[in-house]
């Protein structure tokens, strides 16, 4: 058994500690879009494959057997090529992945199914918005000039975002509800955009938005070609035939 991680999530990382402690031969794969990411403790290769082909290849060369597509519910194309590759190399594939946010009473979201629907929702008077999306689709965002931006990024960004008023804040979690409330309060944020990521690390700009009384437009997850998906590590271990001990820490 060898496995591929593909890696860029903390679900991702708590997967590489578990297999790690069971002595799983496993490899760990980033994208490389962060300056700085987390050290694994497992062999770690960085950058793309180059598609469907190049992950192919690196399967057969590297004698996966087992792929664990651990990425961003957002890296639509990673996980379609996962599907694919797999498929194409006769090798099994599952997904872990954080369920999504659900919205709670008092929640005001805007439930909206891509990047362009979410420009498109802040027509109208300028506001001040907190787009904390990642770096990828900012300029997207210049489609509606008028509002003041705030960005929340993991890296400063190499050149401006060609949004006319904006700012940058650099912080890449996990976030606090304290934090978040005192974020929102000092740029007097009127409104947020954020992606349906789940989990827990940056779940309090919801809560907070929720206690201020703040709209939240909500970008829902791409469609994925259906595939077996999971929540935990534990539950990955199971599918590779490997007990989990209940009392170990998963990152559950
Ligand atoms: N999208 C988000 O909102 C978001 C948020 C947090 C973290 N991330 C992490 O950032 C990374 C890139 O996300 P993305 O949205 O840019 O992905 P994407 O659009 O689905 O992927 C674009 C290309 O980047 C390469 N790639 C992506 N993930 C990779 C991985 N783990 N290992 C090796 N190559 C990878 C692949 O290149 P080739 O086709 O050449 O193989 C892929 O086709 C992912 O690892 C993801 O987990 C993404």
Known sequence: MKVLILGGTSEASALASALTERSIPALFSYAGRVSAPKPQPLPTRVGGFGGVEGLAAFLADNRITHLVDATHPFAERMSRNAVS?????????????????????????????????????????????????????????????????????????????PLPHHRVTIDRGPFTLDS????????????????????????????????????????????????????????????LGHNSDPDADLGV
């Not at 929640?107 to 907190?130: I, M, T, Y």
């Not at 940056?202 to 595939?227: D, F, N, Y």
Request: charged share 20%.
């Open 180 to 239: 978040d409330l005192a974020l929102l309060r000092e740029h007097g944020v009127e409104r947020l955009v954020c992606k349906n990521s789940g989990g827990d690390g940056a779940v309090s700009k919801l809560t907070a938005a929720r206690q201020l009384g703040l709209p939240v437009v909500m970008i829902e997850r791409p469609a994925l070609p259906p595939r077996q998906e999971v929540h935990s590590a534990a539950a990955v271990l199971d599918w």
């Open 85 to 161: 590759a797999a498929q194409r190399s006769g090798i099994r594939v599952i997904a872990l992945t954080r369920p999504p946010w659900e919205p709670m009473a008092g929640d005001r979201w805007e439930r909206v199914a891509s990047v362009d629907a979410a420009v498109s929702a802040l027509a109208g008077p300028p506001q001040r918005v907190l787009l904390a999306i990642g770096r990828m689709h900012l300029a997207d965002f210049a489609a509606q000039p008028q509002h003041h931006y705030l960005l929340r990024l993991v890296d400063r960004p190499e050149a401006p975002p």
